[in-house]
């Protein structure tokens, strides 16, 4: 596929390895930070008037999903404010690179060193979600818990342990990051290889090792790489390369998933259509169950929760796998041809995630602007906009962007379906009932989101 | 080099700070000092989780008393009893501030107006306005005390009409009643049934029906009120009864069935009063209820109207609720 380096330009190469430029906006994102828990803890107790609440659950989520991860995949890891504190410590200082900082600097363990426990962290969120979405004083714990959290294992752990193996949201965005039309890789592999002191890796005194713990060299998917530009920094042979490329590259290019990330995406995939259910659709029995945390009706409800995301949608997914071999006569392994088709499911997925920002942010949109004038509901009116009323945006245009881009995604997966089905030998009938769930998981969003 | 590194190094650690710890910091004491200092901030929140914080506030007389109002959870209103001032509504998370200036000492109950929740009229506080004049002078007595009516005794009525008393046709009997018996102070102290009685006792209506004799009782009490003060009383009606007594008064209200499931005491089991019901309202003088409504139920979830509402209002109320029994 073709790329295009657009760190060829030296003004752009000179502007990435440069630590300022990043700092200024991680110090940005840092102040946003302090503020977002500042009034999450201090301001109003009510969701929509709370800056806390509006500005991390509509204004980030909706930035996030809208632009950073479909068109700058990881980007936002790499000014993320959560784990800078505890690397900033673990390092010694800010700017760097200086001498050894605090902590242990132990390995992370082998037996979780994959998805699993972010996997983990994403369903123990959701089930949460709601109290968390709505209530500043829940969100306001969770940033700061997230911030300790990240703290006490950049002290224990080396590098990000914190972003690569428990952040729920990191995890999230790792999959969907390969979809992004933008990468980090290294222009010759077979230059990497003749290295020697791989300083990418372990860093030297222009910059860091790899803090997401990935050989620079091996790269091939999105999904591990924080885009923090160390290794463009320790590289001496400036060797590594930003690119632009085609949406997706990862998904054809990229073989043998593990396990862990092929249930990322199905499990994505059911919580996506899940939230869509819950907290847009008509189920307001469900919502309110959702919101009622520890009552019986919320066990209800996330016993269903769980069983939807973890044994319904991937049993419907693997009985459709199932049927495609049978129907094709095909003697792939079932465990190879999931690992296999599971990185098509990204689009889809993806694209109700998309659908689902979209559908809550057009109506949601005119909360920021009263929050941004009294961000800790002092009375101020910092912007003249404190008294904006709510006003819900495009009520005829999100039907028909909802559809467009589940659409877009369906078509997108069926593509990356048929595709796979051709290089595990095209056998008719393969990817056929793939396809139909596929489909049918699509209708599914369109009707709880538009219908 | 290893100095330009540490200088850089400093700076971007300054950098951090300021936007990192500075600003909340920063934050923080703004947040201290709003709070700490006039105006006060006044939290309202439904009775269940707190009613209004504070509960009390203190001011001295003729200074402003500068508030920031904030709802921190559903549409409240603030406003102060027996006072003019227009309510404020308080709208989720959205401040509102007011200036209120008391010109004499004294204790001044402010409330919410808006339907909250079930225990709405809970939500009460109080203004301590302290100054040199004190007025010692006891206040007098509410009429149903120099009375001696009993608010908490039963008051059936002894009897009843077989129809809906009509003051229009009281009035097209074109008798000459004694004063004794139409006056404002004989209307306040008697009930409906008492009245009756003794007008069924008078020679002069030997000739009327029982009923006659209720549109008799009706035109009475008709005459009692003017058609502006009905119409006050139906607005204060609405505004701050209808929600348990029913729009119609027969005790249906949209909150009635959280005040027969509280457990406010042994009378409550009836639930709101309901002033359709003859044999209960008949037996009631304007006294009683009058004294209800400025004192409350007392253990039957009937709140205390007293501090809130001024004696004229309590009485154009009281008026009003007879247009449940006599029609026009």
Known sequence: ?451 | MALGLLGRETAARIAVGVAGLGLPVALFGAWQWVHASQPVTLHARMSEVGGWAPEVLRVEAGRPLELRLISDDVVHGFAIGQSQVSPIDLLPGQVVTTTLTFDAPGSYSYYCTRWCGPNHWRMRGVIEVTGPEVNTAAPSPPLYEVLGIDLDAPHPAAVVPQTRPSAARGAQLGLILPEDLTSRDAYASRSPAETWRALRAMPVTETLTDDQVWDLVAWIWRTQASEAALQQGAELFAQNCAACHGEGGSGDGVMASSVVAGTMGPVEATGPADFTDASRALGASPALLHGKISRGGMGTGMPYWGPILTEEEIWILTDYLWTFQFEE
């Open chain 1, 1 to 451: 596929m073709t790329r295009y380096e657009l760190t060829r330009s030296p003004g752009v190469r000179r502007l990435l390895q440069s630590r300022w430029p990043q700092l200024t906006v991680q110090a940005v994102a840092l102040a946003g930070l302090a503020l977002v828990i500042a009034s999450a803890l201090l301001g109003t107790p009510v969701g929509n008037r709370n800056f806390a609440i509006v500005m991390v659950w509509i204004a980030w989520w909706a930035a996030l999903m809208l632009v950073a991860v479909p068109l700058l995949g990881r980007t936002w890891c790499s000014i993320c404010p959560l784990p800078l504190p505890g690397e900033w410590l673990q390092r010694g200082a800010v700017l760097g690179p200086r001498g050894r900082g605090f902590g242990l600097g132990l390995r992370w363990p082998k037996r979780l060193r994959n998805l699993w426990l972010q996997n983990g962290a994403f369903v123990l969120v959701a089930l949460f979600s709601l109290p968390v979405l709505t209530q500043p004083r829940l969100t306001g714990l969770l940033l700061a818990g997230l911030v300790l959290l990240a703290i006490a294992l950049s002290l224990v752990f080396e590098r990000r342990a914190f972003c690569r193996y428990v952040c729920p949201v990191g995890g999230f965005i790792g999959l969907y990051a390969q979809a992004a039309p933008i990468e980090v890789r290294v222009r010759d592999a077979t230059l990497c290889a003749a290295h020697a002191t791989k300083t990418c890796y372990t860093g030297s005194e222009k910059g860091y090792g790899c803090p997401w713990q990935v050989y620079p060299g091996a790269l091939n998917a999105n999904t591990y790489c924080g885009v923090c530009m160390e290794c463009l920094r320790t590289c001496p042979y400036d060797n590594v390369a930003v690119n632009l490329r085609p949406f997706g590259a990862d998904l054809s290019e990229v073989k043998g998933r593990g396990l862990d990330e092929t249930f990322k995406a199905v499990l994505l995939l059911g919580s996506g259509l899940a939230y869509s259910g819950v907290l847009l659709g008509a189920w307001s029995t469900a919502r309110l169950a959702a919101a009622n945390i520890g009552s019986i009706d919320w066990l209800v409800y996330a016993a269903g929760f769980l069983a939807f995301v973890l044994v319904l949608v991937p049993a419907f997914l693997l009985l459709a796998l199932r049927a495609g071999l049978w129907l094709s006569g095909s003697r792939l392994d079932i465990l190879r041809a999931v690992r296999a088709f599971s990185p098509a499911l990204i689009p889809l997925g993806l694209s109700l995630w998309i659908a689902f920002s979209l559908s809550f942010l057009f109506p949601n949109i005119s909360y920021i602007f009263p929050v941004m004038s009294d961000p800790l509901n002092l009375g101020w009116n910092l912007l003249g906009t404190a008294g904006l009323g709510w006003t819900p945006y495009g009520p005829a245009l999100v039907p028909l962007l909802t559809v467009g881009v589940v659409l877009v995604g369906l078509a997108w997966t069926s593509r990356r379906i048929s595709a796979t089905a051709e290089s595990l030998g095209g056998r008719a009938g393969l990817a056929l009932p793939l396809l139909t769930a596929a489909f049918v998981m699509a209708a599914g969003a369109l009707w709880l989101l538009v219908f």
